[in-house]
């Protein structure tokens, strides 16, 4: 017999382990569309903040890969909305060959992001492969680990990000249909904890779009 709470509870606030994907698929002409968490923190109350992942395919077409600029706003000083805290060539780290997995064949078919966030680190996958992974120096030799996203530490500090609140970024001029929002377990049961699955169409004809909502 079960013996637990009969409903799960999600308090965004605080969780600093979990996943969230993006499922998404651009407007004809359009090349840019951002995922949104850890908006809103509780511990920030004099300015604005929140992580960005933005897909940006514009360098496909100067036969560049499509890049994936990661944005930390409001966190440390040098935070900017305008510079990336990194960003990298959307393509498959565990390729070989590095194959793009955005290109100009499917740049307007559907795609799902998804950002894995370990407690201050997060690795990054589009349509199921990583395209975000670090390498890192440690004391038995370079080691692939999760980027870091806290500017205070990696490991044994508040964590940042948290869940908080989740949404989407659509800068101006450009538009997107949005099919799933959700968030899950990295741990067991690795279960589905909060799921959008309503078709959100955003045309940001003349202003940028900025949305978020409390997932809790």
Request: glycine share 8%; proline share 6%.
């Amino acid at each position: 017999e079960w013996i637990g709470p009969s409903e799960y509870n999600l308090e965004s606030d605080v969780r600093g382990v979990f996943g969230i994907r993006m499922g998404f698929q651009l407007h004809e002409g359009s090349t840019c569309l951002g995922l949104v968490f850890g908006e809103g923190d509780k511990r920030i109350r004099d300015r604005k903040n929140y992580f960005c992942y933005e897909v940006d395919a514009a360098p496909l077409d100067q036969g560049d890969p499509a890049v994936l600029n990661i944005y930390r706003v409001g966190i440390a000083p040098e935070d900017s909305a305008d510079m990336p805290l990194a960003s990298v060539p959307v393509v498959d780290y565990d390729d070989p060959e590095h194959a793009p997995v955005i290109t100009k064949e499917n740049l307007f078919k559907k795609h799902v992001l998804d950002v894995q966030v370990t407690g201050d680190n997060a690795y990054a996958l589009i349509d199921g492969k990583r395209v975000d992974v670090e390498v890192r120096q440690m004391f038995f030799g370079p080691a692939e680990s999760p980027r870091q996203l806290n500017p205070i530490g990696d490991n044994d500090c508040n964590t940042y990000p948290r869940l908080n609140n989740i949404g989407w970024s659509v800068k101006k001029g450009q538009g997107a249909d949005i099919s799933l929002m959700e968030v899950y377990n990295l741990r067991k049961p690795f279960a589905t904890v909060y799921s959008d699955t309503d078709l959100h169409s955003i045309s940001a004809e003349d202003a940028d779009v900025f949305f978020t909502k409390d997932p809790s």
